[in-house]
């Protein structure tokens, strides 16, 4: 395990460029096993996750190797094996090798997955979506067992009950290979999605309406790499720093952006006050000294995404007055909120009706803590920053998990931080 150890009040400033984003990153890994050919990855992020997914291919007999930046994958030498569910339970994502196994194979056995503990989060429209396509799916206790017929899958209508990224996604790769037109409606939005669905076309695989609700897919027999996939950037490290800068920087630029990504979040910055210079590819944050409070509330894509709602939780401290948000998504998302409250942050949960309430703040102060998860890990690690003293975030291999590089970038902002390794 590691702690980071922070020493507040050392303002921001300077530039910082984001990495490629997470949530495509930990579905075009497993996506690659698609592939009849080795696959090449541009921008990956230099994240926990992604060492993990690489011992999860590993167990599977696919080599890959990943440096600065680039991730190569050969799933040519592919082999059905038990999956390591150590790897398997530290990530949720690693259930997008359901439906990757189930459109490689026609068959796929995983442990449950695990990741971030932000409430409920059922699997069940990916289930459905399987049962669909002509899969019959079994829970033996800790694992998902997915067969089909001689048959394999079939095209089918799929309407998910919820907008869900990973039932989309999971949909997708086992429809990708299967016989005829598969139709997703309802489907989620977000870039991460379209990204997925770019570097599958780009494979010679025939799917339309990425961004949209409604996705088509004909099934194909082959995916061949071609060319090099460079991945989106991380919207939501973009927003971390975002936050991170308006609420602690004297002037911070946040490079390898797309504004379009964050038009929810950017809106909700601006209606606190904080003039931001937008750019093509880059945001400029200026130093600002009084702030509105406001009302966020988490919708899927393009409302507000609830991944954001802990690290923009530091910078409305700073308003005056309450600000309000309310995760639609994830209600149970709240570990942050005691560990803030450590450190001097004004702020409850009212479980009546789900809202946090964020009161000014005029000082906090370091403490230890503890990142309960990645989220709540990047604003514990935004509050640290602003606070008076030294703070000490356990458990930050959470951190680690979602923010590329962290430590360098945080270096190179003016911030004093560093991570120290702990047996316990």
Known sequence: MNKMIIKGGHR?????TIGGAKNSTVALIPAAILADTKVQFDMVPNILDVHNLMVILESMNVSSDFADGIL??????IVESALPSKAIKSLRASYYFMGALLGRFGRARITFPGGDNIGPRPIDQHIKAFQAMGAKVVNDGDEIIITTDENGLHGAQIFLDVVSVGATINAILAAVKADGHTVIRNAAKEPEIIDVVTFLNNMGAKVRGAGTDVIRIEGVESLRA?????IIPDR????????MAAAYGDGVTIKNVIPEHLESFIAKVQEMGIDLEINEDSIYVPKTDELKNIEIKT???PGFATDLQQPITPLLLMAKGDSTIIDTIYPERTKHIEELKKMGAKIKYDHGNGTIIVSHTDKLVG?????????????EMIAGLMAEGTTVIDNADNILRGYDNIID?????NADVEM????S
Do not use: C, F, W
């Open 299 to 301: 919708m899927p894509y």
């Open 12 to 16: 921001l400033s300077g530039s910082v």
């Open 367 to 379: 403490s230890q803590i503890e990142a309960g998860e990645i989220r709540a890990g990047a604003s």
């Open 236 to 243: 939501i490290e973009a927003g971390t720093y975002l936050s």
């Open 409 to 413: 970038k945080l270096t190179n902002l």
């Open 226 to 230: 071609k060319n090099t996939h460079i």
């Open 72 to 77: 190569n994958v050969d799933p040519t030498k």
């Open 420 to 423: 120290v390794h702990s047996e």
